[in-house]
């Protein structure tokens, strides 16, 4: 964990692939507690730290996560969380690019819980959740592309889903078609970039996650910034 800005009211982490925002059945130690320990060490808090969970990343995708430090900050960020007035844009990897180089994907989604994985129609179908995403061709290697993806609307593997519904396979996502895991388990998605007005003091706020220390997603990343 990496604290990328922090204030009052809120605190924005980088989310290493592999850490759960929360608590689930695997028992393990969720991010929310981590970065509640690191409160409490810094400014030495005494009894419970309070620490708002605004939205959640899949645990093998790696990046930027808000945490709400008063109920002031969480009630006014969830709010805006659901009314999609924060900007967020990931960046993902994948084997296959797009026949397009930037364009809009819209879906139906069907969540099943058992499998913990969605499905995506093309038409409205009995308890779906209409998902739509932009996205747009950054950069390609020998074998692989970079696209940057605009969420707005926030659904179960949202992006994942879609994006293998067009064909384009995140790499390593081994649930939505890829077929190989990558090494460290993690799937090459990132949560990259946000941008918002600040819940209390009105200033933007902007931030941007760093590049995994990975040798394709910094050549990547280079060549999309060329």
């Not at 879906?107 to 994985?117: F, I, M, P």
């Not at 519904?165 to 190989?180: E, N």
């Amino acid at each position: 964990m990496q604290v990328v800005y922090e204030d009052n009211h809120i605190i924005i982490v980088h989310k290493d692939s592999g850490e759960i925002v929360q608590g689930d059945k695997t028992g393990d130690k969720p991010l929310v507690e981590t970065v509640k320990d690191y409160i409490k060490a810094k400014y030495n808090k005494p009894g419970n730290v309070f620490l708002g969970v605004v939205h959640r990343l899949d645990r093998p995708v790696a990046g930027l996560v808000v945490f709400a430090r008063t109920s002031k900050a969480l009630t006014r960020l969830n709010e805006m969380f659901r009314k999609g007035e924060v900007e967020k844009r990931y960046w993902a990897i994948t084997a296959k690019c797009p026949e397009n180089d930037e364009g809009d994907l819209v879906h139906w989604l069907v969540r099943n819980e058992k499998q913990n994985k969605s499905y995506a129609y093309d038409r409205e179908v009995p308890n779906a959740k209409k998902a739509h995403l932009h996205y747009r061709v950054m950069a390609h290697s020998d074998h692989y592309h970079l696209i940057e993806v605009r969420l707005f609307t926030g659904r179960h593997h949202q992006i994942r889903c879609q994006l293998a519904k067009m064909g384009c396979t995140i790499k390593g996502d081994l649930k939505y078609g890829a077929p190989r895991s990558n090494p460290d388990g993690s799937i090459s998605l990132l949560s990259r970039y946000m941008q918002f007005i600040h819940p209390v003091s009105k200033q933007t706020i902007t931030v941007t996650a760093q590049l995994p220390v990975d040798a394709l997603w910094q050549a990547l990343g280079r060549a999309a910034t060329k």
